[in-house]
Nanobody, 126 residues
Framework: QVQLVESGGGLVQAGGSLRLSCAAS????????MGWFRQAPGKEREFVTS????????YYADSVKGRFTISRDNAKNTVSLQMNSLKPEDTAVYYCAADRRYRVVLSTNPLTYDYWGQGTQVTVSS
């Protein structure tokens, strides 16, 4: 079992930056791929980025590629999302999630992730 708690959300102007963190409890955190998803009002939850357990693989949605960076520290049981050049369309609740199954290719499907945090709100004003 893994518990995930996000932090770092807030209100920022367009062009600004935020860094989200996700703290995980549980000894098996380092075995899981981790992902960030987001959900805007009235929209479905969408994939943002993911990282393999070993940090050797990352994957980004086209909408955030070049602006967002995912990282993790297995010794500290944390995964982070650095968000730069934020746009109003990045406004959403951001969730971190853990995928406990080994996959050759990182999953972008939220249904394949087993554990979720409660989310943190990111609001980008224009």
């Amino acid at each position: 079992q893994v518990q995930l708690v996000e932090s770092g959300g807030g209100l920022v102007q367009a062009g600004g930056s935020l860094r989200l963190s996700c703290a995980a409890s549980g000894r098996t955190f380092s075995n899981y791929a981790m992902g960030w998803f987001r959900q805007a009002p009235g929209k479905e939850r969408e994939f943002v980025t993911s990282i393999s357990w070993s940090c050797t693989s990352t994957y980004y949605a086209d909408s955030v590629k070049g602006r967002f960076t995912i990282s993790r520290d297995n010794a500290k049981n944390t995964v982070s999302l650095q968000m730069n050049s934020l746009k109003p369309e990045d406004t959403a609740v951001y969730y971190c999630a853990a995928d406990r199954r080994y996959r050759v290719v990182l999953s972008t499907n939220p249904l394949t992730y087993d554990y979720w945090g409660q989310g943190t709100q990111v609001t980008v004003s224009s």
